[in-house]
C-alpha cells in the first residue's frame, strides 16, 4: 500500500542549529516527491519537490532535501534553522495523473532561542 | 484566476445541516482533488477527478459526502447532515505541470 511516514511528530531545535526532518515512503513507482510547510493559521506553502533528475533538491527559504532512492527516503534539511521556521512540515508523494498525492501527518517543528 | 479559488472561507453550520463547498480551479488543468485537514491531523484524502474518467472517491469517509465537477472546472463538495467531526479545513488542490496547487481552504465548523 502507498504510504509517507514522518516519524517524528515534534522535534524542538536551538536557533542557528541544524534540522533534518525525516520523511520514508512507500511507493510502487519513483514517484513524485514534496515538502510543503504550514504555519500556524496558514495554507499550505510549497518548500521543494522533486520529480527527476539530481536527486539534491533545492527549496525556498535555504530548505533542501535528498531522495535516496535504496532508503524510500526524502528528508528535508536545514544547515542553520531560525525562529521563522516554527512551523508544521508535510512530506507527500504523488504520481501525477496515475494517482492520488499522499501526505504523511506532519512533524511539528519548535525553535528555541 | 492565477491560483485556486475557493468558497466560502469559513462556513459555520448547524449540525444536520447540508452544506456545500465551492472549488474553482486553475483552466487548462484537469487533474483536481479534495483533502480535508482535521484540527491537528494530517491531510486526508476525499475525492479525486481526473479529465472525464470516473472519479476516485475512495477517501470520502461517508455517503454523507459527495463532489462532482461540472465542465471539468468548478468542482463542488456537498455534505449532507452535518456532524460535528465534520469539523475540518476543507482543501482544494489541483495539479498542474508544476506539481499541486492548493486552495486557501474553506474552515467549516459544525455547532
Known amino acids: 500500500a502507498q504510504s509517507v511516514t514522518q516519524p517524528d511528530i515534534h522535534i524542538t531545535v536551538s536557533e542557528g542549529a541544524s534540522l533534518e526532518l525525516r520523511c520514508n515512503y512507500s511507493?510502487?513507482?519513483?514517484?513524485?516527491l514534496f515538502w510543503y510547510v504550514q504555519s500556524p493559521g496558514q495554507g499550505l506553502q510549497l518548500l521543494l519537490k522533486?520529480?527527476?533528475?539530481?536527486?539534491l533538491v533545492q527549496g525556498i527559504k535555504g530548505f533542501e532535501a535528498e531522495f535516496k532512492r535504496s532508503q524510500s527516503s526524502f528528508n528535508l534539511r536545514k544547515p542553520s534553522v531560525h525562529w521563522s521556521d516554527a512551523a508544521e512540515y508535510f512530506c507527500a508523494v504523488g504520481r501525477g495523473s496515475q494517482g492520488n498525492l499522499i501526505f504523511g501527518k506532519g512533524t511539528k517543528l519548535s525553535v528555541k532561542p | 484566476g492565477a491560483g485556486v479559488s475557493q468558497s466560502p472561507s469559513n462556513k459555520v453550520t448547524e449540525k444536520g445541516k447540508d452544506v456545500e463547498l465551492r472549488c474553482d480551479p486553475i483552466s487548462g488543468h484537469t487533474a483536481l482533488y479534495w483533502y480535508r485537514q482535521s484540527l491537528g491531523q494530517g491531510l486526508e484524502f476525499l475525492i479525486y477527478f481526473q479529465g472525464n474518467s470516473a472519479p476516485d472517491k475512495s477517501g470520502l469517509p461517508s455517503d454523507r459526502f459527495s463532489a462532482e465537477r461540472t465542465g471539468g472546472s468548478v468542482s463542488t463538495l456537498t455534505i449532507q447532515r452535518t456532524q460535528q467531526e465534520d469539523s475540518a479545513v476543507y482543501l482544494c488542490?489541483?495539479?498542474?505541470?508544476?506539481?499541486?496547487?492548493f486552495g486557501s481552504g474553506t474552515r467549516l465548523t459544525v455547532v
Open positions: 522533486y520529480f527527476s533528475g539530481d536527486t
Open positions: 488542490v489541483q495539479e498542474t505541470n508544476y506539481g499541486y496547487t
Open positions: 511507493y510502487g513507482a519513483t514517484p513524485y
